[in-house]
DNA sequence: CCTCACTTGTTGTAACTGCAACATTGGGAG
DNA sequence: CTCCCAATGTTGCAGTTACAACAAGTGAGG
């Protein structure tokens, strides 16, 4: 647990408590690491929404299975972020998205029941938990909105240059590396996959975009 | 005020919440009610992200407007309900969002900063306040992940009957009036007007769908 | 070096959409 | 009742997409 405090004192969960009052926050609430392997499914589907998960090494993809089969993936989360917090915070029946393991690392995963709930030993940084956890809520919030306005453009084209654009005005540089492999960030535009490969081979030609594997270079903004 | 004192009592922003308290409280925060009347403007894009807005009476409808002048409608917000909550909670920069009353009405705006500083008289029920507002927020976060599901769909058939199933289930009846008129239903799935009356037409003919005005019938489930 | 599995790119086609322009409808004001 | 206007439906068309099937590229392991 000791080599991830530093990731977990980073958090934004954790924003404002000291390190130290921090590692017995975590044994408070039985809070225990678990290794993931890429590909593990770290959350399933269909599970009762009781733990919310923080990312310590590696990423996690989240993704939501339609009936059809279709493949939605509405993210990836990286060291200190959270994921399935919504669900756990509504207390959610079952879980709809998947959380499987982008790459080998580690996940904690935490009772949003104890998280919530007063706890006598902890109850001095208790507040500043939960006021942490409303503004994580509120940002995933923005980042649901900001993906709804992708999903908006009405062709692969423009929801690709939206989703790039985004990437870059964060990264602050015209060059950004997708977290995605082609399938995924077309599930990720909730496009064919193919119909995205001829968009990125036009864009290319057309001198917009420059790619090479996963690292997207945009030559005008 | 008095007159909203029950509206707002059965807002999930104030349950557990006493109603001669919820009085108290609504002073301490100089809240004051709004009267709206359809069309008017309740936040526009731009503003600072302070307040947030309660629902009274009538409706409001959130939409986003995108640089190329296309129109997003968020969703539709009825009375008790909240808005425009995630961007005060982020505290954001700029509002990317405009607010329009939908029908004659009233609303609240609440300072958020007022909403999670801690008030020497209303202490009481401030914890309360912040944990029934996270609730409030992760809720919101699932309607948007259930919005991404909706415009997961890759025609406009699809995108219609995910959102009418969507409110026939939540109605718990295969009749629902939907709240927008074509254009803003249209631009709540993201698509063209003409496309999407042209695709209720011939679910229509299919004997898929019986519309008469707002009002749509699912004849299978 | 080769194989094999997996990822990515390519292409043809039918179907769907956005767009623009126009027809129709329905309800309110006078 | 009639007029008027906004909302809704209709239609032709060019452009885009989903889908399927296949080709090319890539990397790990033997």
């Known amino acids: 647990m000791t080599e991830y405090l530093e990731i977990l004192h980073r958090s934004p969960l954790f924003r404002g408590i000291e390190a130290k009052e921090l590692?017995?926050?975590?044994?408070?609430?039985?809070?225990?690491?678990r290794r993931i392997k890429k590909g593990d499914t770290v959350l399933a589907a269909g599970e009762r929404a009781t733990h919310l998960g923080i990312v310590l090494a590696g990423r996690v993809q989240v993704s939501r299975l339609k009936a059809d089969g279709q493949r939605i993936v509405m993210g990836e989360i990286r060291p200190g972020q959270l994921f399935a917090e919504s669900f756990a915070c509504a207390q959610a029946e079952a879980l709809p998205v998947t959380a499987i393991a982008g790459a080998d690392g580690a996940v904690l995963l935490l009772d949003s029941g104890r998280l919530s709930a007063p706890c006598s030993a902890a109850c001095a940084f208790h507040g500043r938990l939960i006021?942490?956890?409303?503004?994580?809520?509120?940002?995933?919030?923005?980042?649901?909105a900001g993906k709804v306005e992708?999903?908006?453009?009405?062709?692969?084209?423009?929801?690709?240059?939206?989703?790039?654009?985004?990437?870059?005005?964060?990264?602050?540089?015209?060059?950004?590396?997708?977290?995605?492999?082609?399938?995924?960030?077309?599930?990720?535009?909730?496009?064919?996959?193919?119909?995205?490969?001829?968009?990125?081979?036009?864009?290319?030609?057309?001198?917009?975009l420059e790619v090479d594997r996963g690292k997207f270079t945009l030559k005008q903004l």
């Open 150 to 208: 992708i999903l908006s453009g009405r062709t692969i084209r423009e929801r690709l240059l939206a989703y790039l654009e985004d990437l870059c005005l964060k990264a602050g540089k015209n060059t950004v590396t997708v977290p995605f492999d082609r399938q995924a960030l077309a599930d990720y535009l909730c496009v064919d996959r193919s119909a995205l490969s001829r968009a990125i081979g036009q864009l290319r030609e057309e001198g917009v």
């Open 23 to 33: 590692s017995a926050l975590l044994d408070c609430m039985g809070a225990r690491p």
């Open 131 to 144: 006021s942490n956890l409303l503004s994580v809520l509120a940002h995933k919030n923005l980042a649901l």
